[in-house]
């Protein structure tokens, strides 16, 4: 094309684009409220990778399932209480091991097939079990030996455990028990992987992906079918959204900034003040689970005494790091359960910033004299921990830098090493030197992540294999207590244990920051700090 | 071929050296991408960590040790590293490429949809490449003014110190940011790789650059352009149509070398404008270990190279044919035409002593 003919092109592209605008206009100022609310673009720090449902172990993944499946249940993100959403209703047994649920009718996947008590029963054993010979695992959240039973003439699901598990009602209100069609069971697991393949009942449907580059949802017709505490019970209002990965911090707030992308996830901390006061809105939270912790092994070198982890509990001062490094849209941690977290305990009077008292445990434990650098020794030995700087956390480098600085002024060396992403697990876990790592992240229900981190049956990351009987047995116990207030009560005693042993150091409460253009109306976030498009609305 | 009649022309000769040689570097080219697949191969065994083993172990989202079993059996980690290097060798064979670890894509889809882009992008920045480096040379050389011709001697230095991660984003922050003319994200087709080609143009063409202002100095002081000037021919007639044609054979030898830079290039620019080629698939499966993605990039990766260098030997012969005979006598023309590319590019000169043997360019 000659310039002349590029610029006619475009003239003419624009007098269209207007004259169609003028017409959505129109028949936008005639219809309903839940007219076209537009077409948003976001940009994620991320990339999506697996659409697979059990598979979904990464934020950026559950932000699109979170939008393209419905769950049987609804977390409300303000009050924490369970709503019904795709089961209208439910009972649990008083031994905790058989539930019903009574499913919604009129329900449907986008591909026309029903969301049944059959597809749900379906769902659930597919979830608890897998598929082992298409390599699909279970989801590690549900309980294992699973049965759960369709009665279509009642429209009722009937689920029995092997053993009571009281995290069970939460988890099913998760990213990750999504509820999907057959079309994607029966599908082979690669084709799992594939984000059009993931046919839901949400109110939007995936109509296209570009692995890596961008992934389009459309509003599913006819939708109907939200919880009852959503402000929007019909179709979604926007017509698409656009779901495009960008991993340079800089080239995701340019294009905000131009005026090209709606809403971005992630900006570094220091930007937050002046987006705020260029008009922009930061949206975040704290998603329920656990705290960004770090937890210390008490076989790692000088660890074994619980005066010296004590000391480290005291010896960091989260306020300043809130201050100097983060924004209001962060906290410091106050227990080993996220606020808002079914069975939080604020335990921060135990580990309040204190250096006098770190430094008299530390004097208590015999570590009295200094060495040249100013660490404290022990019989020729110096103070030393070891970790590994986290590699799934953009702020995680500098964080630890100041930690460092911290653990430096009551005389605790903290020995930094960096690894790559992909050998960080495999290394880091298995060296027997590390005093402390870095773990704590979103959870639908915290017993889970406790057990899982701190259990013996899991990862046993204190690596105490159940000798601490105590912990043991009330991690045991929570599973079996079915009654919310006795839970309650368990998990309170399991972030009392865990600090007063000092085996948990609590850092901060991890949000996810969004910054969303002042057009972007009704963009909010679920318990789990995930992004939820369907009361969003453009505004011009 | 050793019941060559003793009577056979010198054709048959040249014909049957050149089949011996071309079956000889064809072999060593096979041999060489196999042995970087297979070094590839048991170097991602001897690492630490692959994604499977960070989903059985991560506390972020564990497997019971079942699941892990059933899981390992289906990507055949329970297999020794000998039997799946069999098994994937034998798969390659037949065109299979597997599967990703990470995104369960099949690779071929992946490799396919980065490659198609990637070979866009870095024939647009060759073709800048090319012209930008033309450009530059013939200022450096035939500017009117002294400080411009030494302004563009020493861009060539410029371009190669300057990031090419800086320079793309400037680059994004004027043309989309600023004037809105591009997106930053979104793939508008043929436009969207304007910006990234030219970003990698920059940042490789600074030794073809060098090399092509020293083959022109070089040329401008043959005697045949003396000749040239004495007969009225113009100069530009004479810059143009004469030195550059002598004065630019040095820099074709180091195309291949460009071509080299332009994909290993790739990686940081596609970073920066959000593309998804063979940068970003490769840089992904580096970072997840994805041991089949990685395995396939490689190959592809070294087919190319190594393709590139075996049309590089093939078409020499047939331009020159003395160099599958050996002992011939060298001309100035055929030692200018096989500079020493090794030193050029770390001297940032042409070197015209260099031998005419096949190590330069292999090296």
Same mark, same amino acid.
């Given at each position: ?540 | ?77 329970? !297999? ?6 069999? !098994? ?276």
């Amino acid at each position: 094309m000659t310039p002349t003919t590029r610029r006619r092109a475009r003239l003419a592209a624009a007098a269209l684009v207007a004259v169609s605008i003028a017409l959505t206009g129109c028949s936008a100022a005639s219809a309903s409220s839940d007219a076209d609310g537009g077409s948003l673009t976001y940009l994620d720090a991320e990339i999506p990778t697996s659409a697979q449902v059990q598979e979904a172990g990464t934020w950026q993944t559950r932000a699109l399932q979170q939008n393209v499946t419905d769950r049987l249940l609804y977390r409300n993100a303000e009050t924490g209480e369970l709503e019904p959403w795709i089961a209208d209703s439910w009972t649990v047994s008083p031994d905790g091991l058989t539930y019903t649920f009574v499913i919604r009718d009129g329900v449907t996947y986008s591909d026309g097939t029903d969301v049944d008590a059959t597809s749900v029963a379906k769902n659930l054993n597919w979830q608890s079990a897998g598929d082992e010979a298409k390599g699909t695992t279970p989801n590690a959240q549900f309980p294992s030996g699973l049965v759960a039973t369709p009665d279509d003439a009642s429209s009722t699901v009937t689920v029995v455990l092997a053993a009571p598990y009281a995290p069970f009602l939460n988890v099913l209100t998760g990213w990750g028990s999504g509820l999907v069609a057959d079309a994607t069971i029966d599908a082979s697991k690669e084709e799992q992987s594939k984000f059009v393949n993931l046919i839901g009942s949400g109110p939007f449907v995936v109509a296209s992906e570009t692995y890596g580059k961008e992934i389009v949802l459309d509003r599913r017709d006819g939708y109907a079918w939200a919880p009852p505490s959503s402000p929007n019970q019909g179709e979604a209002h926007l017509a698409s959204v656009t779901v495009i990965p960008v991993q340079e911090d800089s080239v995701r707030l340019g294009t905000l900034k131009s005026g090209e992308a709606d809403v971005i996830r992630y900006v570094q901390p220091s930007e937050e003040q002046g987006l705020v006061d260029a008009g922009y809105d930061i949206v975040s939270k704290t998603g329920v689970g656990l705290s960004n912790q770090w937890f210390l092994r008490s076989q790692a070198p000088f660890l074994d005494d619980v005066d010296v982890r004590k000391a480290l509990l005291h010896a960091i001062d989260r306020d300043q790091i809130i201050e100097t490094q983060y924004t209001d849209s962060w906290t410091p941690a106050t227990s080993v359960l996220s606020p808002g977290t079914f069975g939080y305990v604020d335990e921060s009077a135990k580990f309040a910033y204190d250096p006098d008292a770190a430094n008299s445990l530390l004097d208590g434990a015999g570590w009295t004299e200094r060495d040249a650098d100013g660490y404290r020794t022990k019989g020729g030995e110096r103070l030393t921990v070891k970790t590994y700087i986290d590699v799934y956390d953009n702020t995680a480098k500098s964080l630890f830098q100041q930690i460092q600085n911290q653990f430096k002024d009551v005389g605790i060396e903290l020995s930094l090493n960096e690894l790559d992403y992909s050998t960080y697990w495999a290394t880091a876990f298995a060296d027997p030197e590390v005093g402390a790592l870095r773990v704590g992240w979103p959870h639908p229900d915290p017993s889970k992540g406790l057990s899982e981190y701190y259990g013996k049956d899991g990862s046993d990351l204190l690596g105490l294999a159940g000798s601490d009987t105590t912990l043991q047995s009330l991690l045991d116990a929570q599973n079996a207590a079915t009654d919310d207030d006795t839970r309650a009560a368990i998990l309170g005693q399991i972030q009392d244990h865990l600090i007063d042993q000092a085996y948990v150091v609590p850092i901060l409460n991890d949000s996810q920051v969004f910054v969303t253009q002042q057009r972007v109306r009704g963009f909010s976030l679920t318990d789990g700090a995930l992004p939820e498009f369907y009361n969003t609305s453009i505004e011009d | 071929m050793s019941t060559q009649h003793p009577n056979a022309s010198a054709a048959d000769t040249r014909r049957r050296q050149y089949r011996e040689y071309v079956v000889r570097r064809v072999a060593q080219a096979l041999l060489v991408i196999a042995l970087v697949y297979t070094l590839v191969f048991f170097t991602l065994f001897v690492l630490p960590g692959d994604p499977i083993e960070n989903k059985l172990t991560s506390p972020l989202n564990p497997l019971p040790p079942a699941a892990g079993e059933a899981l390992r059996a289906y990507y055949h980690f329970d !297999l020794s590293p000998i039997e799946q290097f069999t !098994l994937t060798v034998g798969r390659l064979l037949h065109g299979d490429l597997g599967y990703s670890l990470v995104s369960g894509r099949a690779v071929s889809d992946l490799v396919a949809q980065g490659f198609s882009d990637t070979i866009v992008l870095a024939g647009v920045a060759f073709v800048l490449t090319i012209l930008l480096s033309l450009a530059t040379a013939l200022t450096a050389v035939y500017a009117p003014v002294r400080t411009i011709r030494s302004i563009a001697a020493s861009a060539p230095i410029a371009s190669i110190s300057a990031p090419s991660f800086l320079i793309g984003f400037v680059l994004l922050a004027i043309f989309s940011f600023q004037l809105g003319w591009v997106s930053s994200v979104r793939d508008q087709g043929f436009v969207s790789y304007l910006l990234p080609a030219l970003t990698l143009a920059l940042a490789v063409n600074g030794p073809l650059t060098q090399v092509l202002i020293q083959g022109l100095r070089n040329a401008a002081d043959e005697p045949f352009v003396t000749v040239l000037r004495a007969k009225g021919t113009s100069e530009v007639r004479i810059a143009l149509g004469h030195v550059l044609k002598n004065g630019a054979i040095p820099s074709i030898t180091m195309l291949a070398l460009v071509v080299g830079e332009l994909l290993a290039g790739a990686v940081v620019v596609e970073a920066v404008f959000t593309r998804t080629g063979l940068g970003f698939i490769t840089f992904e499966s580096v970072r997840d270990q994805d041991t089949p993605v990685i395995l396939a990039v490689v190959i592809l990766i070294s087919s190319i190279y190594v393709g590139i260098n075996l049309v590089t030997d093939l078409v020499y012969p047939i331009l020159d044919p003395r160099i599958v005979r050996p002992g011939h006598a060298r001309s100035r023309r055929s030692r200018l035409a096989r500079p020493d590319v090794t030193t050029a590019v770390a001297s940032g000169t042409a070197a015209p002593g260099g031998t005419p043997t096949k190590a330069s360019v292999d090296a």
